[in-house]
């Protein structure tokens, strides 16, 4: 009797073994769940607007969508009266296009906040400036060209000395002077009307501000090293806010 029932345990014990070592080296008919944490619960922002990821600004938002930072924080402020451009959260939406009625802005006036947004109404009414067709660009600095465009790069390097002159590519309305764009240093974003915008970065002086109307050649700011580790001008342009190669564009 003992031995019939050690029997029956071994049996019992290696069939469990058995099936232990076949249900492990059955391979899965679908990959394991994988959550995702890097913000994949958000819905995707509707048309017009932005969904703000890690690391984002407002400059950068508006330089990616080809649109002046000061007419995105304008357009923000006339949807949402307590929208603060120094303050957005990851998952917030920004707007990135002129809401419709864009005279409702003018709500904005009332801030204390001088000449600069007094002016907002009248030039709403101004044409933009109209680049030529298929835009003609000059070139910024004068140097040697350290840094061709790609992916990571999204603009062109021109080396050269700090306090060489850099020039403004063609035409336009000066739409951002300073330096809130992590690694472009000292900054300057030209537009040149709805399509074109051109950006010079790492600059040791700007001559311009925001609000000036500049020509092609003119002296804009003076080359520099800010926020890189040799002296250089980081030159890119934007059409409808995605970065293309500028070279094509310069005479």
């Known amino acids: 009797m003992p031995n019939s029932l050690s029997k029956s345990f071994l049996i019992a ?3 469990a073994s058995l099936l232990l070592t076949v249900g492990c080296s059955t391979p899965r008919t679908k990959p394991a769940s994988v959550t995702d944490r890097s913000g994949g619960s958000y819905e995707p922002a509707p048309a017009g607007y932005y969904r703000v990821k890690r690391g984002d600004t407002l400059a950068r938002i508006a330089l990616d969508h080809g649109q002046a930072p000061r007419d995105v924080a304008q357009w923000n402020a006339s949807v949402n009266p307590s929208f603060n ?6 998952g917030d939406l920004v707007l990135i296009k002129a809401p ?19 002016a907002l109404p009248t030039e709403a009414t101004k ?37 060489e002159p850099i020039l ?33 970065a790492h600059n040791s002086k700007l001559l311009v501000k925001e609000g000036d109307a500049v020509r092609k050649g003119q002296k804009i700011a003076e080359m520099g ?24 564009y310069l005479q």
């Open 127 to 163: 044409p933009e400036v109209v680049a030529e067709p298929g835009i003609r660009l000059s070139w910024p600095a004068k140097g040697k060209l350290t840094g061709e465009f790609n992916e990571t790069n999204k603009g062109i390097d021109i080396a050269g000395k700090v306090g």
């Open 225 to 248: 090293d800010t926020d890189t580790t040799a002296a250089k001008l980081h030159f890119e342009l934007r059409v409808n806010g995605k970065p293309v190669n500028p070279t094509p």
């Open 85 to 90: 451009p120094n303050v957005i959260e990851v």
């Open 100 to 118: 419709a009625g864009l005279k409702s802005a003018k709500a904005v006036d009332k801030k204390p906040e001088g000449d600069k947004l007094d």
């Open 13 to 15: 014990a290696l069939s």
């Open 168 to 200: 403004a590519a063609s035409d336009g309305k000066v739409v951002y002077a300073g330096n809130s764009l992590r690694g472009y240093g000292n900054l300057i974003i030209v537009k040149h009307d709805n399509t074109y915008l051109t950006a010079y």
